[in-house]
Nanobody, 125 residues
Framework: QVQLRESGGGLVQPGGSLRLSCAASTRPFTTYTMGWFRQAPGKERKFVAAINRDGHSLLYTDSVKGRFIISRDNAGNTVHLQMNSLKPEDTAVYYC??????????????????WGQGTQVTVAS
């Protein structure tokens, strides 16, 4: 069983930045592709970004390209999501997820096997 714990959420003004982190309990961490998803109130969970096992293959949803950066620290069992130029529409609960399937990162939430509890990001003035 893999446990994932997100941190770094909060309230930020439009145009501001936040850095989310997700710590994984499992070793070796490189067994998993890691992803970030988000869910706004009353809406379905949506893909944000993903990174493959060695960190060389990245995937982003179009609305965050150029603003968000996903990265991973395999030695520290951690994946990060740097969020810049935040907009009110980025407001959501952000979830970290782990996919044990070998291959390129996926944007499909059904591909992910383990999930964190989520961290709230609110972008408002």
């Amino acid at each position: 069983q893999v446990q994932l714990r997100e941190s770094g959420g909060g309230l930020v003004q439009p145009g501001g930045s936040l850095r989310l982190s997700c710590a994984a309990s499992t070793r070796p961490f490189t067994t998993y592709t890691m992803g970030w998803f988000r869910q706004a109130p009353g809406k379905e969970r949506k893909f944000v970004a993903a990174i493959n096992r060695d960190g060389h293959s990245l995937l982003y949803t179009d609305s965050v390209k150029g603003r968000f950066i996903i990265s991973r620290d395999n030695a520290g069992n951690t994946v990060h999501l740097q969020m810049n130029s935040l907009k009110p529409e980025d407001t959501a609960v952000y979830y970290c997820a782990a996919d044990r399937t070998f291959g390129d990162p996926s944007r499909r939430y059904t591909e992910y096997d383990y999930w964190g509890q989520g961290t709230q990001v609110t972008v408002a003035s």
